[in-house]
């Protein structure tokens, strides 16, 4: 009950794309949804987050969409770049565990030119 | 890296001998946190602490213990490293905000066990 789920395990887009990425989660409980990205080399860095009270939050070129009911959020870039390329990790945490992330397994973005 | 650092960046090291990894903070935050990361297997929580001397255990914490004594340093060890241990090891701080928990990872650790 613990875990999410993350899906595609590596995508390939087209620059100036959209790049659509989803995660799956089974603990209702879960309060607390971040996306990170990673570039080789570096520590993953707080890309964007939601809460279960909101269907859809923007920042930029990003968006988290939130489906409760069907307990799955999406991350979705829009116009995608190259410097876009980088692995992205989905999170959930419940904010009465010490705010303990959940991650899921990554997916490896490449934007080509 | 949000003032978070750790050390040292690179180990190899030989099974059987222990492993300290440091992770010093600028900030000072209550919570810090020890996840590794695996290739398939995304970050995953190690141990955790929640003020000096309070510590609590993650998903994957056999084989791993760490001390906090002061505010800004967390330390892992691995009392005698194994093979499965060679991963890279990150070091996280938290800050609450309206949104939720917002955790800020330092560089990492690339840790190699033979």
């Known amino acids: 009950q613990q875990q999410v789920k993350q899906s595609p395990q590596s995508l390939i887009v087209q620059k100036g794309g959209i790049s659509i990425i989803n995660c799956a989660y089974e603990?209702?409980?879960?309060?607390?949804f971040p996306w990170y990205q990673q570039f080789p080399g570096k520590g993953p860095a707080l890309l964007i987050a939601?809460?279960?009270?909101?269907s859809e939050k923007k920042e930029g070129r990003f968006t988290i969409s939130f489906n409760k009911s069907a307990k799955q959020f999406s991350l979705h870039i829009m116009d995608s770049q190259p410097g876009d390329s980088a692995t992205y990790f989905c999170?959930?945490?419940?904010?009465?565990?010490?705010?303990?992330?959940?991650f899921g397994q990554g997916t490896e973005l490449s934007v080509k030119p | 890296d949000a003032g978070i650092t750790q050390s040292p960046r690179h180990k190899v090291t030989e099974t059987g001998t222990p492993v300290t990894l440091r992770c010093h903070q600028t900030?000072?935050?209550?919570?810090m946190y020890w996840y590794r990361q695996d290739p398939g297997h995304g970050l995953r929580l190690i141990h955790y602490?929640?003020?000096?001397?309070?510590?609590d255990k993650g998903e994957v914490s056999d084989g791993y213990s760490v001390s906090r004594s002061k505010t800004e340093d967390f330390l892992l060890t691995l009392e005698s490293a194994t093979s499965s241990q060679t991963s890279v090891y990150f070091c996280?701080?938290?800050?609450?905000?309206?949104?939720?928990?917002?955790?800020?990872f330092g560089p990492g650790t690339r840790l190699t066990v033979l």
């Open positions: 996280a701080i938290s800050s609450w905000s309206g949104s939720g928990n917002e955790q800020f």
């Open positions: 603990n209702t409980a879960f309060d607390y």
């Open positions: 939601i809460r279960p009270d909101v």
């Open positions: 999170a959930a945490s419940r904010g009465n565990q010490g705010g303990k992330l959940i």
């Open positions: 900030e000072n935050h209550r919570y």
């Open positions: 602490s929640y003020g000096v001397k309070d510590t």
